[in-house]
């Protein structure tokens, strides 16, 4: 089975933290989408597409979603330059 850019992006880049009752708001999702997509060199879907496709993959309700990896790094250095 073929995976989307979209479960690839959420498998490396996301995780669930159950015990979390915070999550990823929409800018910071996106914006963690927009950093993996230049990490990986891929060009980014519109805006569009991401959000009908997070709707099918991260219910709005559902608590802990949070941020790992290289995009989680890129994505924080580059909004808040000050902690370079």
């Given at each position: 089975m073929a995976h989307s850019q979209f479960d690839i992006f959420l498998n490396e880049a996301t995780y669930f933290d159950?015990?979390?009752?915070?999550?990823?708001?929409?800018?910071?999702?996106?914006?963690?989408?927009?950093?993996?997509?230049?990490?990986?060199?891929?060009?980014?879907?519109?805006?569009?597409?991401?959000?009908?496709?997070?709707?099918?993959?991260v219910s709005p309700g559902h608590r802990g979603?949070?941020?790992?990896?290289?995009?989680?790094?890129d994505y924080i250095l580059s909004s808040y330059p000050g902690l370079v």
């Amino acid at each position: 089975m073929a995976h989307s850019q979209f479960d690839i992006f959420l498998n490396e880049a996301t995780y669930f933290d159950q015990a979390s009752e915070t999550t990823l708001d929409a800018d910071r999702l996106y914006g963690l989408y927009t950093s993996w997509c230049f990490i990986n060199q891929q060009a980014p879907r519109p805006e569009s597409k991401f959000w009908a496709a997070m709707k099918t993959k991260v219910s709005p309700g559902h608590r802990g979603l949070r941020m790992k990896g290289p995009a989680a790094a890129d994505y924080i250095l580059s909004s808040y330059p000050g902690l370079v």
